[in-house]
């Protein structure tokens, strides 16, 4: 029993960065109907980042992720104004190519300037070991990463659902051209909303570099994942990605844990078990 | 062009490869892995470029074809074109069965849905080691002479006649099939699914036809190179061989059988030079191609060619005050 409880908490630990790292590709793939490929690369980038403020500049771990987090955010403002924008009106190939090629150049890239090897994190001392939580052994990063999760979406929440910003976004989701009719600036929306979510990619990315790993595959290596949690959440819907993401964060690692020949299996069959039920995800509206 | 031109320009595009087999003896491998790659590219033209179903997982089918024919060889049976007969049925009956999931959905699900399927049968390749050897792929397939005649040789000369041989026939049975009346009615369908139904077209079920045929000549091409290259890896299931085709397919043009064709040699051949530089490199002037096509030129090379050659023709006899 305790085991599967510690198996059920640990799917929930990744499941929540799943979330973190999947959100802005939800929003952006509901709102401006494009499928980016290369979501990946931000949270890749986000990591890396991570990895060079603390190696090269001794910035601590904790004060290295919102920065990580800025630095996506206008990463994400400067490739939507630059590059994304021009394909929101193209035909999904296009889209699904020039995202794809965008990814294979940032593998090679980071390839280039980071190496082929693991990059490894090293976590403050008290964010490590195990901590006792009613007699359950959890481990003190992972419950970490779920209350920061937590909080990020409550206050991602709150963003939504109470501020005028979120009532533009919203807007704009469900009708684009009569939002844009009733004054709604959609394009600066679109905008915040991109650079939004790449930041939280790249939040997500650094965060994950000691649960998923970072090597220069990763951005094609999780790029599954990412596509996972928004298919089977439904696109355009905060709820959805997070009740996805927790799905196959728990189905994957017990998944793994008891059914290990069935290996990624399951999250598949999953996927496509849930796309058949409701084409448009658990709780998305239809694309 | 008129009729006769384009007649010609076709005879004289299939002497290249007949011309290669003697220019190039030294090249004939490469010339069979670009001749059965071409082969792919055209199956998942008949749906991306003709039906406007874009997948993400014809690999698939490829690999499926590929592990047939593999199999058969290992366990006795190295007749090929039987072999190619077979693993081109059993990739239609796994399409067929799977064109139901792909094309009740549309937009990001249907995408989605042909990622699940690639992933699913690679991952199941991967689990089924002690038949498929997993990560080490297929090996000891050994074919038996082509027809009883030609053994398959090093020099790769039998399997490169083989390779453009079918790929020529397959070919031919798909440019008929594009210019009839069902090939033209998927056109359609790529232009205005919702419209189709309103002049009586049967939408669901002429997707599940071509499908179900792309995902046969896509088993056929995946029998093909494991029966030129005697081995099976898991890599022909990957996502990594359906990215490519599709990338091989928007290079030359999407929707035109000829840019299936030339987007593979480029490819290739640009591969073959690259990767050989160094593996890193190629990824990224690749990525850097692939963006600045589906950025600039959408129709790829022939498309764009086609635009241009349409462009100068128009200005042309505009020039010389001619009616069009």
Known sequence: ?287 | MNGSWRVRLEAAFWLLPCAAYFVFPDYLVLGSQVLTAALFVVSLDLILGYAGIVSLGHAAFFGIGAYTAGLLAVYGWGEPVTGLILAGALAASVGYATSFLVVGGEGLTRLMVTLGIGFLFHEAANQASSITGGMDGLSGVSMWKLLGLWRFDLSGKTAYVYSAVVLFLVFLLARRLVASPFGLSLQAIRENERRMPAIGAPVQRRLVSIYTLSAALAGIAGALTSQTTEFVGLESLSFERSASALIMLVLGGTGRLYGALVGTCMFMLLQHVFSDINPAYWQFWLGLLVALIAFFAPGGVLGSTTRWLDAMSFRFRRGSGGPA
């Open chain 1, 1 to 287: 029993m305790a085991s599967f409880l510690g198996i059920v908490f640990d799917g929930v630990a990744y499941g929540s960065l799943l979330f973190l790292i999947s959100v802005g590709l939800s929003v952006t793939m509901g709102l401006m109907k494009i499928v980016n490929l290369a979501h990946g690369v931000f949270a890749m980038f986000g990591g890396y980042l991570c990895v060079t403020l603390m190696a090269r500049w001794g910035v601590p771990f904790l004060a290295a992720l919102p920065l990580c987090f800025a630095a996506l955010g206008l990463a994400g403002a400067v490739s939507e104004r630059l590059l994304y924008r021009h394909l929101y009106s193209r035909s999904q190939l296009d889209q699904v190519l020039f995202t794809i090629g965008l990814t294979f150049m940032a593998v090679a890239a980071a390839t280039y300037y980071f190496g082929p090897t693991e990059q490894l994190v090293e976590l403050p001392p008290a964010l490590r070991g195990q901590v006792s939580v009613l007699g359950l052994e959890l481990g003190a990063y992972r419950l970490f990463l779920v209350a920061l999760v937590v909080l990020l979406t409550v206050a991602l929440g709150y963003l939504v659902e109470r501020t005028r910003f979120g009532a533009q976004l919203r807007a704009a989701v469900d009708n684009p051209s009569v939002s844009a009719g009733l004054g709604i600036p959609v394009e600066r929306v679109f905008c915040l909303t991109f650079a939004l979510g790449s930041g939280l990619a790249g939040l997500g990315g650094a965060l994950g570099i000691d649960v998923l790993g970072l090597d220069p595959t990763f951005a094609f290596k999780y790029l599954v994942y990412f596509l996972l949690v928004v298919a089977v959440g439904g696109a355009g819907s905060v709820s959805g990605t997070a009740l996805g993401a927790l799905v196959l964060g728990v189905f994957d690692v017990a998944g793994k844990y008891y059914l290990p020949e069935a290996g990624a299996f399951i999250i598949y069959a999953l996927m496509i078990a849930v796309l058949m039920a409701s084409p448009a995800g658990l709780r998305g509206r239809r694309l």
